[in-house]
């Protein structure tokens, strides 16, 4: 099935804040508000950083928050800091009680 | 604290079948949602199944006449099984548990080759 839709690349200076977009359709992301983000280091398992659309787990910044409106969902990672150099993804379920991952965005820190 | 163990072949032939098998240990594997992801060398995180401590189970569309997934709660382990592998189906394999709709609690991930 096709992977929701995220921008290749990302970058920003250290103390700004940077924005991820997911776009998928109203059969995932515009269909419910259960939208995940995950961040991976290379050679590491991911981790989740944010679940149902804005929801933090226990000991994830607060630098991180999430949105939604319509068919796209969105990462926001304030005062950026190098550890936050690495790969990000999103995640929403879909009709059919299946998920589909986004195609991963690289987000450096200049 | 509750720590996930992939275990399973590294390498498979084409056409061979897949089983994977994932140990939840400092936790119980009841009451929770358990799933499988894998990545492909260089590529992007894919998602496979998941399963409900019950035996309720969902797979990718893609995946779905190849695909199936078990749970032993006497074990404390949930197990994944491909057939028909092929060279495509290389790639880290993840399994996780469900917070809500998100994974939040991971494997360190086993890599299987497929390979003649």
């Known amino acids: 099935q096709s992977a929701l839709t995220q921008p290749a690349s990302v970058s920003g200076s250290p103390g700004q804040s940077i924005t991820i977009s997911c776009t998928g359709t109203s059969s995932d992301i515009g269909g419910y508000f259960l939208v995940s983000w995950y961040q991976q280091h290379p050679g590491t398992a991911p981790k989740l950083m944010i679940y149902?659309?804005?929801n933090r787990p226990s000991g994830v910044s607060n630098r991180f928050s999430g949105s939604k409106s319509g068919n796209t969902a969105s990462l926001t990672i304030s005062g950026l800091q190098a550890e936050d150099e690495a790969e990000y993804y999103c995640?929403?379920?879909?009709?059919?009680?299946?998920?589909?991952f986004g195609s991963g965005t690289k987000v450096t820190v200049l | 604290q509750v720590q996930l163990q992939e275990s399973g072949p590294g390498l498979l032939m084409p056409s061979e079948t897949l089983s994977l098998t994932c140990t939840v240990s400092g936790g119980s594997i009841s009451g929770h949602y358990w799933g499988w992801v894998r990545q492909p060398p260089g590529k992007g995180l894919e998602w496979i199944a998941y399963?409900?401590?019950?035996?309720?189970?969902n797979y990718d569309p893609s995946l779905i006449s190849r695909v199936a997934m078990s749970v032993d709660t006497s074990r404390n382990q949930f197990s994944l099984e491909l057939s028909s592998v092929t060279a495509a189906d290389t790639a880290v394999y993840f399994c996780?548990?469900?917070?809500?709709?998100?994974?939040?609690?991971w494997g360190q991930g086993i890599l299987v080759h497929v390979s003649s």
């Open positions: 995640t929403s379920k879909r009709s059919g009680d299946t998920y589909v």
């Open positions: 399963i409900y401590y019950s035996g309720k189970s």
């Open positions: 149902d659309v804005s």
């Open positions: 996780a548990r469900y917070l809500s709709s998100g994974l939040d609690l």
